[in-house]
Nanobody, 129 residues
Framework: QVQLVESGGGLVQPGGSLRLSCAAS????????IGWFRQAPGKEREGVSC????????YYPDSVKGRFTISRDNAKNTVYLQMNSLKPEDTAVYYC??????????????????????WGKGTLVTVSS
């Protein structure tokens, strides 16, 4: 069992930055693919950043490429999502999830985390002036 807790959401102005954290407990994240996902009201859940624990490779969809960065702190068993140049359309509840695999990170993100083993409860990000 893995428990995931997201934090770091809040209200930010367009063009601003936020860093989200996903703290894991119950098991190490070493053997999982990890992703950040978001869901805005009335929209489907979408993957915004995914990382492979085997080789550290990352995947970003075009909507966030160059603005979002996913990273890990193995010592803290925590995954981060650095979000820069935020736009109003980035407003959503952001979730982290882990998948025991095997799954390609591109697929994990493209599928919106479908089939992921564990999910956090989410943190709300609002981008507004």
């Amino acid at each position: 069992q893995v428990q995931l807790v997201e934090s770091g959401g809040g209200l930010v102005q367009p063009g601003g930055s936020l860093r989200l954290s996903c703290a894991a407990s119950g098991d190490t994240l070493d053997y999982y693919a990890i992703g950040w996902f978001r869901q805005a009201p009335g929209k489907e859940r979408e993957g915004v950043s995914c990382i492979s624990t085997s080789d550290g490779s990352t995947y970003y969809p075009d909507s966030v490429k160059g603005r979002f960065t996913i990273s890990r702190d193995n010592a803290k068993n925590t995954v981060y999502l650095q979000m820069n140049s935020l736009k109003p359309e980035d407003t959503a509840v952001y979730y982290c999830a882990v998948d025991a695999g095997p799954i390609a990170i591109e697929a994990m993100c493209a599928l919106g985390g479908y089939g992921a083993n564990y999910w956090g409860k989410g943190t709300l990000v609002t981008v507004s002036s």
